[in-house]
């Protein structure tokens, strides 16, 4: 502190002025250094696994073309009734609506010259051999659409928690071994952090039961699924010591 700045501090002083003490930059960085922990380590762990997909979802849908919309949406809602009732009943299955669309389509000149339509029921089950039956039996009414199959959330949770228990272990054994490598004798748990994510499957389209040709309308139609990857992220920081 140079003399002019001793001068006027000590007539700030005396005069009750407030005064703001400034540190010297270098005083001030060495100060944050000193409070930053040292021997603190950061680490993340994962672990992966594919499961097998337990849940299918299969889109039936019916379409029809009319000079009326009231009229078509009559035959549409008539048709989705008869799907419905066919399936209500059926063991291992749920049946319920779909998408519902009725839209016109124009002629050269912009008028409306037909109405079309398009109603949907979509059976979800995780019994695969009992909905593929179904909607085989369904054929007569309404085809199929897409089929997607995915994983149930009782199965993400015994797969999130099987793996949350590997990713736990392997964190704890990189805390270990590293604080080792760095020269100390343990470690404590500062922060962690545990995430899972899974990737969702993408929908699998079926071919139409039209094509399918008509001795196959009532056969089941053959159901696989594949498997979803579940992940489980454990991050956080230790404390080397």
């Given at each position: 502190?140079?003399?002019?700045?001793?001068?006027?501090?000590?007539?700030?002083?005396?005069?009750?002025?407030?005064?703001?003490?400034?540190?010297?930059?270098?005083?001030?960085?060495?100060?944050?250094?000193?409070?930053?922990?040292?021997?603190?380590?950061s680490l993340n762990a994962q672990a992966s696994a594919e499961v097998p997909q337990d849940e299918v979802e299969i889109t039936m849908f019916f379409e029809q073309q009319a000079s009326?919309?009231?009229?078509?949406?009559?035959?549409?809602?008539?048709?989705?009734?008869?799907?419905?009732?066919?399936?209500?009943?059926?063991?291992?299955?749920?049946?319920?609506?779909?998408?519902?669309?009725?839209?016109?389509?124009?002629?050269?000149?912009?008028?409306?010259?037909?109405?079309?339509?398009?109603?949907?029921?979509?059976?979800?089950?995780?019994?695969?051999?009992?909905?593929?039956?179904?909607?085989?039996?369904?054929?007569?009414?309404?085809?199929?659409?897409?089929?997607?199959?995915?994983?149930?959330?009782?199965?993400?949770?015994?797969?999130?928690?099987?793996?949350?228990?590997?990713?736990?272990?392997?964190f704890r054994e990189q805390a270990a071994s590293s604080a080792q490598a760095f020269g100390f004798s343990g470690y404590s748990i500062r922060e962690v952090n545990v995430s899972h994510?899974?990737?969702?499957?993408?929908?699998?389209?079926?071919?139409?039961?039209?094509?399918?040709?008509?001795?196959?309308?009532?056969?089941?139609?053959?159901?696989?699924?594949?498997?979803?990857?579940?992940?489980?992220?454990?991050?956080?920081?230790?404390?080397?010591?």
């Amino acid at each position: 502190m140079t003399k002019k700045t001793a001068r006027a501090l000590a007539l700030a002083l005396a005069f009750g002025a407030p005064v703001a003490l400034a540190l010297n930059p270098v005083l001030a960085r060495a100060q944050t250094m000193m409070q930053q922990p040292s021997g603190v380590l950061s680490l993340n762990a994962q672990a992966s696994a594919e499961v097998p997909q337990d849940e299918v979802e299969i889109t039936m849908f019916f379409e029809q073309q009319a000079s009326e919309p009231s009229a078509l949406t009559s035959t549409l809602n008539e048709r989705a009734d008869a799907a419905l009732q066919k399936a209500r009943g059926v063991s291992g299955v749920t049946a319920r609506s779909g998408a519902f669309s009725i839209f016109p389509s124009t002629d050269r000149d912009g008028r409306i010259s037909t109405w079309r339509g398009r109603t949907e029921v979509v059976l979800e089950s995780r019994d695969f051999a009992a909905a593929s039956k179904l909607a085989g039996q369904m054929a007569s009414i309404m085809q199929v659409g897409n089929v997607r199959f995915s994983l149930s959330p009782e199965a993400q949770r015994a797969a999130e928690q099987r793996l949350s228990t590997e990713a736990i272990k392997s964190f704890r054994e990189q805390a270990a071994s590293s604080a080792q490598a760095f020269g100390f004798s343990g470690y404590s748990i500062r922060e962690v952090n545990v995430s899972h994510s899974g990737v969702m499957p993408r929908p699998m389209m079926m071919m139409s039961m039209h094509a399918m040709g008509a001795d196959a309308k009532s056969a089941p139609m053959p159901l696989e699924g594949g498997t979803s990857t579940v992940t489980v992220n454990v991050s956080g920081s230790v404390q080397m010591k």
